[in-house]
């Protein structure tokens, strides 16, 4: 009887919770991200005015696809616009006006004209043949225009190649950071922490009005990428911070000089204390934007690129990390006469030159160009900036990116999820976890969906929330729990409790065997007996 309580009570004191999970979603939105590329509908158009080509506007077509797909190798990769590009051509563009004037003039008629062919995201290329030198310039929209002497099979290939490597890629060159090394946190987060570094304020000390750079200059930005990141900004200036690195006084310049092999060695880290967010909480991305102000003894402090010459914006970046910019002072003499470190703030003009460094580091880290030139193999390009710090085709390159890794980083943590709860059957699943699994799933489904249909944004933020979702599942609190331990460790722990109570069961329940036997014998011994007198 206590060894039928036993047992039972034993069992219910181990049960371990597992809410449902689905599996078999899982493991088919793993195969479905590995095995099917995500590619995102890309229209491309052409307009060719002044010129008279002897092949049908479907071939010219079929020749910039070409040619595009021999620019971009990798298209046919697991995301993108895929390598199977498509380009309608077209003759004739009545755009009404001089495209020879001012670049944001004439940025501003293409984009009331091109609006009249058609609707959606397409990216187009007009091209107007004429007799000066030829010229190309890319708009803060989704549009481009080529103007001059220029052939036709010239003119295909500059088409060509800035659907290819400035609408499709980017822009990006060799050696820029990659998707998989974007500056955003796992929980879809990014806080700007901008830092002023007085580095002996006995010399000097300098402060800025951040609120207005916060309300003028950074709000456009930050509004422009919240589809990928829930970006917050901070600010704090520092004293006393001292960089790590020796700088040269260097007569040709006249300046003290620090060169990139001193790049790594530049932060301080003992005196630098940059990591105080109150606002990064969990897996949220810290970028540290730093604009770092040298002391008497080493100003003007300037940075010397490998080719031998002085930066232009005096500052780098560090991936994953943030950026630095040096700034000098006009004036690189001390007061003398005052006892006290004279208080300067940084005038609005400075300011606004370094925030146009720091926004072109930022643009650096995100996998865009910081300058507004693309140098290709047909010639060179200006890109036009915007108001917001990001062009509409930009935007769209870095949504596609962060849609294409927000998805393979959902798959994959889903999936490892799932090969990890399988394998320990000892492990507690809380409704919570099964919960942001499902959802996770659906906002998975959603940003695909929105892929289909060109909407770029809405499948960004579903794509981030997928991510985000999957990755609280994953590192949940209780699944760290010493709940999901082996039976092993299950016996180890409990034996001690039950064994003393089981030696007793099992020593009476051989007492009472050894009675029955006893009894049983006398039984059929005083059976036989009474059979044998009768």
């Known amino acids: 009887m206590q060894t039928h309580l036993s047992f039972p009570i034993l069992w219910k004191s181990i049960e371990i919770y597992r809410a449902p999970l689905p599996f078999d979603r899982i493991d088919s939105f793993s195969s479905q991200i590995e095995s099917s590329p995500l590619l995102f509908p890309c229209q491309f158009r052409a307009f060719f005015v002044g010129f008279d080509f002897s092949a049908s506007p479907g071939e010219v077509g079929a020749a910039i696809s070409r040619k595009m797909s021999e620019l971009s190798p990798g298209g046919n990769s697991r995301c993108g616009c895929g390598g199977d590009y498509s380009v309608s051509v077209d003759w004739g563009l009545d755009f009404g006006g001089n495209l020879r004037g001012i670049d944001e003039d004439a940025d501003e008629l293409l984009k009331s004209v091109l609006s009249g062919y058609g609707e959606g995201k397409v990216y187009s290329v007009v091209v107007v043949k004429g007799e000066e030198e030829v010229r190309a310039v890319v708009g803060k929209y989704r549009h481009a225009w080529i103007l001059g002497r220029v052939s036709e099979e010239e003119a295909v290939l500059r088409v060509a190649e800035i659907f290819a490597k400035v609408f499709v890629n980017g822009g990006s060159e060799e050696g820029s950071i990659h998707s998989e090394f974007m500056p955003v946190g796992a929980d879809g987060r990014i806080v700007l922490s901008f830092s002023l570094l007085n580095a002996d304020p006995?010399?000097?000390i300098y402060d800025w009005d951040f609120r207005d750079i916060d309300e003028t200059l950074l709000q456009p930005v930050i509004?422009?990428?919240?589809?990928?990141?829930?970006?917050?900004?901070?600010?704090?200036?520092l004293y006393h911070t001292p960089k790590s690195s020796f700088s040269y006084w260097d007569d040709e310049h006249g300046s003290h000089i620090?060169?990139?092999?001193?790049?790594p060695f530049f932060v301080n880290s003992?005196?630098?204390?940059?990591?105080?967010?109150?606002?990064?909480?969990?897996?949220?991305?810290?970028?540290?934007?730093?604009?770092?102000?040298?002391?008497?003894k080493e100003c003007p402090?300037?940075?010397?690129?490998p080719n031998g010459e002085i930066s232009k914006t005096n500052g780098f970046i560090s991936p994953m990390w943030g950026g630095i910019v040096v700034w000098?002072?006009?004036?690189?003499?001390?007061?003398?006469?005052?006892?006290?470190?004279?208080r300067h703030m940084i005038s609005p003009q400075d300011l606004q030159k370094l925030f146009d460094v720091l926004m072109g580091q930022l643009r650096q880290l995100l996998g865009l160009k910081s300058d507004n030139l693309y140098v290709g193999e047909s010639g060179t390009s200006i890109?036009?900036?915007?108001?917001?710090?990001?062009?509409?085709?930009?935007?769209?390159?870095?949504?596609?990116?962060?849609?294409?890794?927000?998805l393979i980083s959902c798959a994959t943590t889903l999936g490892s999820l799932s090969r990890l709860v399988q394998s320990l059957p000892r492990m507690i699943i809380m409704d919570e976890i099964g919960k942001q699994v499902k959802f996770s799933l659906e906002a998975a489904k959603f940003a695909q969906s929105n892929v289909s249909l060109g909407m770029y944004d809405a499948s960004a933020v579903s794509s981030r929330q997928s991510r985000t979702l999957a990755e609280d599942a994953f590192f949940h609190p209780s699944i760290m729990?010493?709940?999901?331990?082996s039976f092993e460790h299950c016996f180890a722990i409990y034996s001690p409790f039950f064994l003393p109570v089981s030696m007793h069961v099992l020593l009476a329940a051989l007492r009472e065997w050894k009675r029955y036997k006893q009894e049983n014998r006398k039984y059929l011994a005083g059976k036989a007996k009474a059979k044998a007198t009768s």
């Not at 620090?258 to 790049?263: M, V």
């Not at 402090?301 to 690129?305: I, N, P, S, T, W």
């Not at 900036?385 to 935007?395: A, N, P």
């Open 223 to 237: 509004e422009a990428l919240q589809p990928i990141a829930n970006i917050s900004v901070e600010s704090q200036v």
């Open 202 to 204: 006995r010399d000097w």
């Open 328 to 342: 000098n002072p006009q004036s690189c003499i001390k007061d003398v006469e005052s006892k006290d470190p004279v």
């Open 258 to 263: 620090f060169s990139t092999k001193d790049l």
């Open 270 to 296: 003992n005196e630098w204390h940059l990591d105080t967010s109150v606002a990064a909480g969990g897996r949220s991305k810290v970028l540290q934007l730093v604009v770092y102000i040298p002391s008497v």
């Open 481 to 485: 729990s010493i709940s999901y331990y």
């Open 383 to 406: 890109l036009l900036g915007s108001e917001r710090g990001f062009t509409e085709w930009e935007l769209d390159v870095l949504f596609r990116k962060h849609i294409c890794f927000n």
């Open 301 to 305: 402090l300037q940075l010397e690129l």
